[in-house]
């Protein structure tokens, strides 16, 4: 079976990943945010974007930033991301 965050983690070198209670979260170069496991959209803007995982809040923090992709297990957020913080 195919494993995305598998297959970044081995063939991307400039990649940070995270594994999480539930969740994923891969930071690709700060252009890109991958997560797998969100619970939902708390905040939307240019600047901060929020979603709800298991027991926590993350909080993406950047400029020019936007939701390219969202479905009911995954978000991909695109723009310069200069903080991903667990809240």
């Given amino acids: 079976m195919f494993n995305f965050f598998n297959e970044v983690k081995q063939n991307l070198k400039n990649s ?10 891969i930071n690709l170069s700060g252009h890109l945010l991958y997560v797998e496991g969100h619970l939902g959209l708390v905040t939307l803007s ?3 974007i929020s979603f709800k995982v298991k027991n926590a809040v993350i909080m993406v923090e950047g400029s ?8 009911d297990n995954t978000i991909k957020i695109a723009g310069k991301i200069k903080k991903v913080e667990q809240i």
């Fill in 16 to 25: 940070q990943g995270l594994e999480l209670n539930g969740f994923n979260i």
């Fill in 46 to 48: 240019k600047e901060l």
């Fill in 64 to 71: 020019d930033m936007i939701l390219s992709e969202l479905s």
